[in-house]
């Protein structure tokens, strides 16, 4: 059993920049792949970031690409998302997730409970 917990959200002026973190408990947090995915007001939960079980492979979404950095500290069993030249549209919920595969279509397997993130223009 994995507990993954969010901090680091808030309320941020367009173009600012926060960094997220998710704390995992468990002693077997590098053998899985972790992920940040979100979820706007009225649409669905969509993936933001992928990092592998030793950090070197990421992979982002399109609309984060060049602006998030996904990182990890395995020995913190922590992974990170930092929010460089925040939009509105970035603001959402943000999800931690752990999965046992890198595969896009694998399952998750563990959810944090989500942060929210709130971006003004």
């Known amino acids: 059993q994995v507990q993954l917990v969010e901090s680091g959200g808030g309320l941020v002026q367009a173009g600012g920049s926060l960094r997220l973190s998710c704390a995992a408990s468990?002693?077997?947090?590098?053998?899985?792949?972790m992920n940040w995915f979100r979820q706007a007001p009225g649409k669905e939960r969509e993936f933001v970031a992928v990092?592998?079980?030793?950090?070197?492979?990421?992979y982002y979404a399109d609309s984060v690409k060049g602006r998030f950095t996904i990182s990890r500290d395995n020995a913190k069993n922590t992974v990170y998302l930092q929010m460089n030249s925040l939009k509105p549209e970035d603001t959402a919920i943000y999800y931690c997730?752990?999965?046992?595969?890198?595969?896009?279509?694998?399952?998750?397997?563990?959810w944090g409970q989500g942060i929210q993130v709130t971006v003004s223009s």
């Open positions: 990092i592998s079980w030793n950090g070197g492979r990421q």
């Open positions: 997730a752990a999965k046992r595969s890198y595969s896009s279509v694998a399952a998750v397997d563990y």
């Open positions: 468990g002693r077997n947090f590098s053998s899985y792949v």
